[in-house]
């Protein structure tokens, strides 16, 4: 499922750039903000897939360019250091501080043409598409962009607000700042499963689940995790589908 965000203070232009989108066959959702608090916040709760973003949301404050600020703040987030980013501008400093600062996707002017959004809107979620069948998940951490194979995730637990990602090369990398329902959404893959509230596993690593006593033992001596009460049920429903795996 596609998700595209956009934040544009005009509400003649948010209207219109919503209902462009919006019948572009591969996109199923769209999020149109005209505030940043607002559109922070659901890039937060939400894993999107492309940012549509205007560079100048306060007409009234000469110099405005809070929506380069944004951007700046949804760059610094592990999960959206490489998602796509179209900005809605005309200033050619601008355009030349985005492409190297904030590795934007490309630009859209106003008035814009519809034919060239949705081009560009097609691009952008056909290069998501190709970066998922990777299979590698990058990580942002003290500056410092860490990348891991998806096949090689054992678990990721969550301890203190810090993602603990458990490799079968026996590495922990501590990731700030992600939560488990943004990992999994990150994932995107059938092979994760949710066994406690702050743990996930991949099933290809499990090698016994012991749902009376809550325990999934692991692999290659990986150690085991713990089966919360209340996913006990649900891991019993889907103890076929995990055995495929095992």
């Given at each position: 499922?596609?998700?595209?965000?956009?934040?544009?203070?005009?509400?003649?232009?948010?209207?219109?750039?919503?209902?462009?989108?919006?019948?572009?066959?591969?996109v199923?959702?769209?999020?149109?903000?005209?505030?940043?608090?607002?559109?922070?916040?659901?890039?937060?709760?939400?894993?999107i897939?492309?940012?549509?973003?205007?560079?100048?949301?306060?007409?009234?404050?000469?110099?405005?360019?809070?929506?380069?600020?944004?951007?700046?703040?949804?760059?610094?987030?592990?999960?959206?250091a490489?998602?796509?980013?179209?900005?809605?501008?005309?200033?050619?400093?601008?355009?030349?501080?985005?492409?190297?600062?904030?590795?934007?996707?490309?630009?859209?002017?106003?008035?814009?043409?519809?034919?060239?959004?949705?081009?560009?809107?097609?691009?952008c979620?056909?290069?998501?598409?190709?970066?998922?069948?990777?299979?590698?998940?990058?990580?942002?951490?003290?500056?410092?962009?860490?990348?891991?194979?998806?096949?090689?995730?054992?678990?990721?637990?969550?301890i203190?607000?810090?993602?603990?990602?458990?490799?079968?090369?026996?590495?922990?990398?501590?990731?700030?700042?992600?939560?488990?329902?943004?990992?999994?959404?990150?994932?995107?893959?059938?092979?994760?499963?949710?066994?406690?509230?702050?743990?996930?596993?991949?099933?290809?690593?499990?090698?016994?689940?012991?749902?009376?006593?809550?325990?999934?033992?692991?692999?290659?001596g990986?150690?085991?995790?713990?089966?919360?009460?209340?996913?006990?049920?649900?891991?019993?429903?889907?103890?076929?589908?995990?055995?495929?795996?095992?």
């Amino acid at each position: 499922m596609k998700k595209i965000l956009i934040l544009e203070d005009n509400p003649t232009t948010l209207m219109n750039l919503t209902r462009i989108v919006q019948n572009i066959d591969i996109v199923n959702v769209v999020y149109p903000f005209h505030n940043l608090k607002d559109a922070y916040q659901c890039a937060m709760d939400r894993a999107i897939d492309l940012f549509i973003v205007d560079i100048i949301l306060d007409r009234k404050k000469p110099g405005d360019s809070s929506g380069l600020q944004f951007v700046e703040n949804i760059r610094k987030i592990n999960h959206y250091a490489f998602v796509p980013i179209i900005f809605v501008t005309s200033l050619e400093d601008a355009k030349l501080y985005t492409y190297e600062n904030l590795h934007c996707y490309s630009f859209i002017e106003k008035p814009f043409d519809v034919g060239r959004l949705r081009q560009l809107v097609e691009q952008c979620l056909h290069f998501e598409e190709s970066v998922s069948i990777s299979k590698t998940l990058y990580f942002r951490k003290d500056g410092i962009i860490l990348a891991v194979e998806r096949e090689d995730i054992v678990y990721a637990e969550s301890i203190n607000h810090i993602m603990h990602i458990h490799t079968k090369q026996g590495d922990v990398l501590e990731i700030p700042y992600i939560t488990l329902k943004k990992l999994l959404d990150d994932l995107d893959c059938a092979s994760f499963i949710q066994c406690s509230r702050s743990t996930i596993v991949n099933k290809k690593f499990i090698h016994n689940i012991d749902i009376p006593n809550g325990i999934i033992q692991l692999k290659d001596g990986a150690g085991r995790v713990e089966i919360g009460i209340t996913f006990k049920v649900m891991m019993k429903n889907n103890i076929r589908t995990i055995k495929r795996y095992i």
